[in-house]
């Protein structure tokens, strides 16, 4: 067992947990609910940590996460309708003017 991911913010870890678990690799959260000890241990020692339970998994494991973070999300612009030329903002999914959906 592998220590892969460490964050003071645990949805960020079970962020990366769900990503694994949809890689199916094996992994567990640890300090999942030691935020209530904060105060009574360094807080660096109670921050959420991912492990990966096989270590013939971490280096799959370490490629996918670093593939991850620095994937730029798909940033759209406007759109054009298809239809009748209309131009529309990227939340729009249908034209207002000729009720066609976006292709």
């Not at 964050?7 to 030691?34: F, G, H, M, W, Y």
């Not at 612009?77 to 030329?85: D, E, L, Q, V, Y």
């Amino acid at each position: 067992m592998k220590k892969l991911y460490v964050s003071q913010s645990l949805i960020d870890v079970e962020s990366r947990q769900e990503l694994l678990d949809q890689a199916e690799i094996p992994c567990t959260i640890k300090n999942q609910r030691s935020a209530m000890l904060g105060g009574e241990v360094p807080f660096v020692e109670v921050f959420p940590e991912l492990w990966v339970l096989q270590d013939e998994d971490f280096e799959k494991a370490q490629t996918l996460l670093k593939d991850w973070e620095e994937a730029q999300p798909l940033e759209t612009t406007g759109w054009t309708c298809a239809s009748c030329g209309e131009v529309h903002q990227k939340e729009f999914t249908t034209c207002w003017k000729c009720n066609q959906e976006r292709t």
